[in-house]
C-alpha cells in the first residue's frame, strides 16, 4: 500500500534548489534519506510535509492520512516550564482545551512505550538528549501511529544513545508496523536499519535497498569515508 508518492518534485528554499525527485513510501518502509550537507536533504522532507510551497511536481498521500514529525530540534523557550508530559500531549489533534479520556491514555501509553512514564512530571530542559528525542517521538506517536517523519534526530547525541534510538526506531518500525522517513547524516547505522536508502544531492541519486546502495560508486565512498553523509 502506498502511503506517499513523490513525483518529478522541484522545491527551492534559501539557496538549496531540489529538483526531479520520484520515489514512493509504501507501508512498513523505514526510508533513510542521506547526502552531502546542503544537498537538500531538510528541504525536500518539509516539502513533503508541506511546510516548504513546491515550486513544481507533485506530492501525493493516502485520504485521511495522519502523520508524525520530530524536527531536527524542538523550540522550547528556557523560562516555559514544559513538562515532558505537556510536550507529548502537543501531539494531539484537538481544538479543545482538554484532552479526552482517550487522548490521555493514548499519551500514557506512548510514554509508556518509550520508556519515559517516569519523566512524565520533569522538565523537558532538564532531560539528557537521548531522553528529549524519546519524548519529541512519543510527541510524534501521539500525532500518528501509523507514518512518522524524522530529521536528523540523532543530531548532538553520544553514540550510546543514537544507537538506543536507532533500535528503537526499527522496533517500532518491525513490531508496530510504523512506517518511517528518517533524515540521517549516520550513513553506516542507516544500511543497516533501513529497508530503502534515498540519496540526494539536489536530484536523486539513488533510491532502493542498503544492499544494492552500498554497491554503487557514491555508496562505496560513503561506506568508506566514514559517515559524513
Known amino acids: 500500500m502506498i502511503l506517499l508518492n513523490c513525483e518529478n518534485l522541484c522545491v527551492a528554499y534559501d539557496d538549496v534548489v531540489v529538483q526531479d525527485v520520484s520515489f514512493s513510501v509504501e507501508k512498513g518502509d523505514f526510508i533513510c534519506i542521506v547526502g552531502e550537507n546542503g544537498s537538500g536533504k531538510t528541504t525536500l522532507i518539509k516539502a513533503l510535509l508541506g511546510l516548504l510551497p513546491v515550486k513544481s511536481g507533485k506530492v501525493t498521500m493516502q485520504e485521511g492520512l495522519e502523520t508524525g514529525y520530530v524536527p531536527q530540534k524542538l523550540s522550547v523557550k528556557r523560562d516555559f516550564p514544559a513538562s515532558s508530559e505537556e510536550i507529548v500531549r502537543m501531539g494531539v489533534r484537538s481544538s479543545r482545551p482538554f484532552l479526552s479520556r482517550a487522548e490521555k491514555a493514548r499519551v500514557r501509553k506512548n510514554m509508556e512505550l518509550l520508556g519515559i512514564e517516569n519523566l512524565r512530571k520533569k522538565s523537558f530542559q532538564s532531560l539528557s538528549g537521548g531522553q528529549q528525542q524519546r519524548v519529541l517521538i512519543a510527541r510524534a506517536l501521539t500525532a500518528s501511529d501509523t507514518f512518522l517523519f524524522l530529521d536528523e534526530p540523532g543530531t548532538g547525541l553520544d553514540p550510546v544513545a543514537l544507537k538506543d534510538l536507532h533500535a528503537l526506531l526499527r522496533e517500532l518500525n518491525r513490531k508496530q508496523g510504523l512506517t518511517v522517513l528518517m533524515v540521517s547524516h549516520d550513513m553506516a547505522s542507516s544500511v543497516k536499519i533501513a ?22 560508486e557514491c555508496g562505496k565512498r560513503f561506506m568508506g569515508g566514514g559517515n559524513n553523509a
Not at 539513488?206 to 554503487?216: L, S
Open 195 to 216: 529497508t530503502k536508502i534515498l540519496h540526494i544531492n539536489k536530484t536523486l541519486q539513488f533510491f532502493g535497498p542498503p544492499g544494492d546502495f552500498i554497491c554503487t
